[in-house]
Structures are given as C-alpha cells and as structure tokens.
C-alpha cells in the first residue's frame, strides 16, 4: 500500500538528550514538511524540503534539524536546544504542481 | 502577514444536529482552501475549494468558498458520534507549498 509512515508511535526524551523521529513515503512525492501540533495551536510549521538535498526553515524551526539525502526520507531530529519538545509531530508529502498534502500518522513525543 | 482563522474552537453537538464550522482568511496570492478532519492522529483530507460559490458535497459533509468575503464553511448535516473530531482549514502559502493552518474546530457529537 502507498502512504506514508513515521515511526515510532511515541518518543520518550531526557533533558539534554537529541531524538530523531522518522517520516518515510512511498507516494513518489516530491515535497515533504514537518509540522508541530499542540493542543489549540493548530499545526505550525517545522521544515520543509521541496526536492533531495535541500530544505527550508519554517515558522519555528529553531532547536529542529532536518536532512533529505532520499526522496523517500525527510528524518527531524529534535535537539537539545529545543526547550519545550512536548508535542504532536506529523510529516505530509505532496506532489509537486498539487496542492493537497496527506499526512503520516503522526509521532507524540514526551519529555521525562 | 498570511492567517487563516476557525471557528468556533470547540463545538458540543447531539447526534441528529447540523453543524456549521467556519474557516476564514488573509493569505496573499490566494489560490485554494483545503478542510481536513483529523480523528487523534493523522489528518484525512475531505475537501479543496477553488472557486467561489461552488459546493463540494461528499455524503453529509459540503462546503463552499466565498473568496470575496474571504471565508468558507463546512457543513455537517444529521451527526453522528463518528464525526467527533477536529476539523482543520488550510491555504497555500506563496513559499514551497507549504499550508497555513487555522487553530481547528474540536468538534463533539453526543449519543
């Protein structure tokens, strides 16, 4: 089945320590994005990458990191400096002269 | 600066009810406006407007743009308790095809 996944489900991260969630697609999409969702907030934008190798910053890309070496694959890591992490992470795909976008199923991650 | 706004923010409703949620907004070079329903986890696109006046109907869920009011609304006609969810609108913004997102209506049908 064609769609995209991220893993894992949920992250647990200590204080200090950097996390990685992953996003891959099998859509043959060309754009991928990083969104972060907190409760009342709607979905603000992480990063975005509209072909390999190469990546924008979005609206709060601060204490994020992205890299886009596959097509397939748009991995965010959240780093250390990124003081307030608890949140909901979804990764969308597009296709390049479409509009939509559709969604992964989302990563919740939690700091202890 | 582009925005897009919801509302109401949360919405209690009984099955049977119709419900109306509103998206409007303020983004340059406007070409669309997409609604999405999210249950928990991942959105599931329902709709993208592009034309004003002209309804998207799909079961019992419609909407319609107004782009010289500069809003839209989706209905919801005789709810049921699987359409509790959050509703989210959308629009394009100039840089990369990235969506500006309005804060979502939660929306709650009770038995």
């Known amino acids: 089945d064609g769609g995209i996944t991220q893993s894992p489900k949920y992250l647990f991260r200590k204080e200090g320590q950097n996390v990685t969630l992953s996003c891959e697609q099998n859509?043959?999409?060309?754009?991928m994005y990083w969104y972060r969702q907190d409760p009342g907030q709607g979905l603000r934008l992480i990063y975005y990458?509209?072909?390999?190798?190469?990546?924008q910053k979005g609206d709060i890309a601060e204490g994020y990191s992205v890299s886009r070496e596959k097509k397939e694959s748009f991995p965010l890591t959240v780093t250390s400096a990124q003081k307030n992490p608890t949140a909901f992470y979804l990764c969308a795909s597009r296709k390049q002269h479409q509009e939509t976008q559709y969604f992964g199923p989302g990563t919740r991650l939690l700091v202890l | 600066e582009d925005k897009v706004v919801q509302s109401p923010l949360s919405l209690v409703v009984h099955e049977g009810d119709t419900v109306t949620l509103n998206c409007s907004y303020e983004v340059t070079n406007f070409r669309s406006l997409l609604w999405y329903k999210q249950e928990k986890k991942a959105p599931t696109f329902l709709f993208m407007l592009?034309?004003?006046?002209i309804e998207k109907k799909s079961g019992r869920l419609s909407s319609i743009l107004d782009k010289k009011e500069l809003f839209s609304i989706l209905n919801i006609t005789a709810t049921q308790t699987g359409d509790s969810a959050i509703y989210l609108c959308a629009a394009p913004g100039i840089e990369g095809g990235k969506l500006i997102f309005g804060q979502g209506t939660e929306l709650s049908v009770k038995p």
């Open positions: 990458s509209q072909i390999v190798n190469d990546f």
């Open positions: 859509l043959n999409h060309d754009a």
């Open positions: 592009t034309s004003s006046g």
